[in-house]
């Protein structure tokens, strides 16, 4: 450690000593031989040890050291490793532009008409419409690509979606404000988009979530954002300018919810709500005076979720909170189980599976933000206002947590 390069000094004397030639006394051709197995296991020890491992710990040094250069090192972590997971070159490393997914929107599609029989939520404090369909920016290697995020944006509100549910984390809004803006040049017009971005907790603060509102404006090229919601209760052992000025999580939350409900009063954003929010840190906010209300909470919801996900739904309901339901169709691993036990409601209405597992969640009183960079599937995805399920259906799909095995929930509840 007392050398100006540590690290170069420890492999000088590394390849010096390995390159020390071994004494070659004479031996039998039994000591030989043992000696030749005992030197190949130590050979391939001495690979691992000296060649594996450094190569390995130095790659994990420098991929941590390159993330903690960026202001938000969680959103880029994501960005890199959710393309990898599919195989997929991230383009945060190797360019935008290069991913294979969404198609190119020609020059000359123009709006096509809204769905037939759409359904809103009206969030209270302004009184707007959230449309209770909407498309997530999130969380598929699609979502990572700038190029592909604005064709997706762009598919989306020409084929008559409206509803943009995007995030400080997702690292994308400067190519979701690129699709919005291009929609609107096409002839979609500002009022109808609902568009909703969420800042992390590792940004909380008063002065913190003032810059994020100003960044995440100028990002998007928009005068307003009609929701802005608090990403997580908390970030864990992760800091915030916040917590670094010695201040507890529930502190951190109330500046921060303070400092946008000014945003609110400025015209900056038209809406706050929170995300993955359980009741006690709702009612923490709705205890403050002289703030916005709380008008949404977005959660995972779908027929699996526990118990105490239904008690937090439920109670935004008394409390007219609106609630936006991410994996509505319960995530990949209960994919299986879903479609053997709605094969045949799909056959009897004539949609599919994943559109009558929105509509149950529609029904169930939520929004919904299946994520998706494929316009065929945005297509069907917003055909789901013309169905409306029965009793017994709808108690058909609660009843599908009854036969699900090892369901994952992200669980809030532990979080000061």
């Known amino acids: 450690?007392?050398?100006?390069?540590?690290?170069?000094?420890?492999?000088?004397?590394?390849?010096?000593?390995?390159?020390?030639?071994p004494l070659k006394p004479k031996y039998s051709a039994a000591v030989v031989a043992e000696h030749q197995k005992h030197s190949t296991k130590m050979g391939i020890k001495s690979i691992l040890l000296w060649r594996i491992l450094p190569g390995i710990t130095l790659s994990v040094a420098a991929f941590l050291g390159y993330l903690s250069q960026h202001e938000l090192p969680l959103g880029l972590f994501f960005t890199i490793i959710i393309p990898l997971s599919k195989g997929v070159p991230p383009p945060q490393i190797f360019g935008h532009g290069k991913m294979k997914g969404t198609p190119e929107v020609p020059d000359d599609f123009l709006p096509q008409p809204r769905p037939?029989?759409?359904?809103?939520?009206?969030?209270?404090?302004?009184?707007?419409?959230?449309?209770?369909?909407?498309?997530?920016?999130?969380?598929?290697?699609?979502?990572?690509?700038?190029?592909?995020?604005?064709?997706?944006?762009?598919?989306?509100?020409?084929?008559?979606?409206?509803?943009?549910?995007?995030?400080q984390l997702y690292l994308n809004s400067k190519a979701v404000g690129r699709g919005i803006r291009e929609a609107m040049r096409?002839?979609?017009?500002?009022?109808?988009?609902?568009?909703?971005?969420?800042?992390f907790p590792t940004h909380f603060g008063y002065e913190s979530a003032?810059?994020?509102?100003?960044?995440?404006?100028?990002?998007?090229?928009?005068?307003?954002?009609?929701?802005?919601?608090?990403?997580?209760?908390?970030?864990?052992?992760?800091?915030?300018?916040?917590?670094?000025?010695?201040?507890?999580?529930?502190q951190c939350r109330k500046e921060t919810w303070q400092a946008l409900s000014e945003s609110v009063n400025k015209g900056l954003i038209r809406n706050v709500g929170?995300?993955?929010f359980v009741v006690k840190h709702i009612q923490e906010l709705?205890?403050?005076?002289?703030?916005?209300?709380?008008?949404?909470?977005?959660?995972?919801?779908?027929?699996?979720?526990?118990?105490?996900?239904?008690?937090?739904?439920?109670?935004?309901?008394?409390?007219?909170?609106?609630?936006?339901?991410?994996?509505?169709?319960g995530g990949l691993h209960?994919?299986?189980?879903?479609?053997?036990?709605l094969d045949g409601l799909s056959t009897k209405i004539g949609k599919s599976v994943s559109q009558i597992m929105l509509r149950w969640a529609i029904q169930s009183g939520c929004a919904v933000i299946p994520g998706t960079g494929n316009p065929a599937h945005m297509s069907e995805n917003l055909d789901v206002y013309d169905i409306?399920?029965?009793?017994?259906?709808?108690?058909?799909?609660?009843e599908l947590k009854y036969d699900a095995k090892g369901f994952m929930n992200m669980d809030t509840s532990m979080l000061e």
């Open 116 to 167: 037939k029989n759409e359904l809103f939520v009206a969030l209270p404090g302004s009184g707007d419409l959230m449309p209770q369909n909407g498309v997530g920016m999130c969380c598929r290697p699609t979502a990572y690509d700038d190029e592909l995020v604005y064709r997706s944006t762009l598919w989306y509100l020409l084929l008559g979606g409206r509803h943009i549910d995007g995030a």
């Open 1 to 21: 450690s007392q050398h100006e390069l540590p690290l170069g000094l420890f492999f000088f004397y590394r390849l010096r000593i390995l390159s020390i030639a």
């Open 274 to 276: 929170v995300s993955n």
């Open 334 to 341: 209960q994919r299986e189980l879903v479609y053997k036990k």
């Open 286 to 329: 709705e205890a403050m005076p002289d703030v916005a209300p709380v008008a949404n909470n977005q959660i995972s919801f779908n027929p699996f979720v526990p118990e105490e996900t239904m008690e937090t739904v439920e109670y935004c309901h008394r409390q007219n909170i609106t609630v936006t339901a991410y994996m509505p169709l």
């Open 210 to 250: 003032m810059k994020v509102v100003q960044s995440e404006l100028e990002d998007l090229g928009l005068d307003y954002i009609d929701l802005l919601l608090l990403h997580f209760p908390s970030s864990g052992p992760l800091r915030s300018p916040c917590s670094k000025e010695g201040k507890g999580p529930s």
């Open 186 to 199: 096409r002839g979609v017009k500002r009022e109808e988009i609902f568009l909703t971005t969420k800042i």
């Open 388 to 398: 409306e399920l029965s009793d017994d259906e709808m108690k058909q799909i609660n």
